[in-house]
């Protein structure tokens, strides 16, 4: 659909197959039938046409930084985009090193800020977001690793509107991800710290401790029952 293996920035309103990206790290198929593509280190976000294969740029200019609120997404810059979501004719897009959750609007192409703390609290690195059936949503907060220190993370809630925010889970250890079962009454938590240890000679990445095993999540949603996984597999050096 879009890439050619090779790592860079190009494509704009050509085919996708012949276009370079960086590091997308989540797609999803907008209201309209496009695919909308996070398109993480070329800090943009790309749109695809399915029927005519052609990409365009839709929020970004490719170069990292902060610019463009209540202006064109289209001039706006971002400091990581990892996770989209959409509710509507409205994209909403978590921007990691800018500290903030903003949305862009498809019908004016106009993008804004909606939240960037909550109760006196900032945001230190939101980077996952999923909708309920109410129309608000959840999101993490990953918070950011120094070398001798790192954030305490969060779950939020939060209307899509930028009306209101709640703090829903606090601390967490790295929280990566989240999402919500088909029925909408249980929460999907990534916790993810990465450990390399020995295993038969080879290095291991050990995936899902935390903090917060054993503790009741009752409080991000009503279902009682939370199962953790942990999972072991190979790093890229062997």
């Keep these: 659909l879009a890439g050619t293996g090779e790592k860079g920035f190009s494509g704009a309103e050509g085919p996708g ?9 989540h797609l999803l198929v907008g209201p309209d039938g496009d695919v909308y593509v996070a398109d993480t ?11 005519t294969g052609r990409i365009r740029t839709l929020a970004g200019t490719g170069e990292k930084g ?8 289209s001039q706006a810059r ?7 979501a959409f509710r509507g004719n409205v994209l909403y897009a978590c921007d990691l090193d800018n500290r903030r959750v903003r ?3 498809l019908a004016t192409g106009k993008i804004e800020t909606l939240y960037t ?8 690195g939101p980077n996952d977001i999923v909708f309920d059936a109410h129309g608000g ?5 990953l918070g950011k690793t120094r070398p001798r220190e790192m954030d305490r993370g969060a779950v939020y809630y939060a209307k899509a509107d930028g009306s209101k925010i709640e703090e829903k889970i606090f601390p967490l250890e790295r929280p ?6 088909p029925d909408g009454r249980r929460g999907i938590l990534e916790l993810l710290r990465y450990y390399q240890i020995p295993l038969a000679g080879k290095h291991a990445v050990v995936l899902g401790r935390s903090n917060v095993v054993g503790r009741p999540l009752a409080n991000l949603l009503s279902g009682r029952d939370v199962n953790m996984t942990v999972t072991v597999g190979h790093s890229a050096s062997g």
């Design 17 to 25: 197959s012949a276009a370079l990206l960086n590091g997308p790290h």
């Design 41 to 51: 280190w070329n800090f943009c976000v790309r749109r695809i046409d399915p029927a």
């Design 66 to 73: 902060f610019a463009g609120d209540g202006g064109p997404a």
């Design 78 to 84: 971002f400091g990581g985009l990892f996770n989209i």
């Design 103 to 105: 949305a862009i609007d």
């Design 117 to 124: 703390e909550c109760d006196g609290h900032p945001l230190k």
């Design 137 to 141: 949503f959840y999101f993490t907060d």
């Design 176 to 181: 990566n991800g989240c999402g919500l079962s």
